[in-house]
């Protein structure tokens, strides 16, 4: 089982089981995402960068595809109730705002991932990444949330390519 798959799995554990888990766990699982997957991204981004490779099954490049979409529902949930924020509320419609994006990507994971798609890619963001964009328009970060782990439990964790490489048993039963 690879990095990302066990992610994947404690993700899901995590979002099921989130009531149940006591504090300072809840506290590991996001240095856990915040620390050591932002590393692994930043690492990818790199090797990605410098051999100039696309992310398998890429539908959309850098956008919403199976390589990179945790970090959006990290991201995400990241950003839950920042839309309701009193001073400089964060709105998910920030994300087609380039001096926006800037402004909090060096904090954000969703951002960052925003970021790192307009600097990779050209034209219009509408256009190029139409999902993410589309997306935009939905009013609260909660939501956007639930939604992208919905996706990314039937457009990813669904295929068999990638659910394949999971070991099934009494820890990680098959769905």
């Known amino acids: ?90 709105l998910p419609k920030h994300i087609t705002d380039a001096n926006k994006v800037d402004a909090h990507r060096g904090r954000y994971m969703y951002f960052e991932m925003i970021g790192w798609i307009n600097e990779n890619k050209k034209g219009p963001f509408h256009e190029h990444s139409t999902i993410l964009y589309n997306i935009s328009g939905i009013d609260d970060w909660e939501r956007i949330t639930r939604g992208m782990f919905k996706m990314h439990t039937g457009e990813v964790m669904g295929k068999f390519v990638v659910i394949q490489h999971f070991l099934f048993g009494k820890t990680l039963p098959y769905p």
């Open 1 to 90: 089982m690879c990095i990302r798959d066990s992610i994947n799995a404690e993700y899901g554990k995590l979002v099921a089981d989130h009531t149940e888990l006591p504090p300072p766990m809840v506290a590991g699982l996001k240095d856990l995402v915040l620390v050591v997957f932002k590393d692994y991204l930043d690492l990818c981004r790199m090797i990605q960068s410098r051999y100039c490779l696309e992310p398998a099954g890429s539908k959309g490049v850098y956008g919403l595809d199976d390589y990179h979409h945790l970090p959006y529902i990290f991201g995400a949930s990241q950003l839950e109730g920042a839309e309701k924020q009193k001073e400089d509320p964060i």
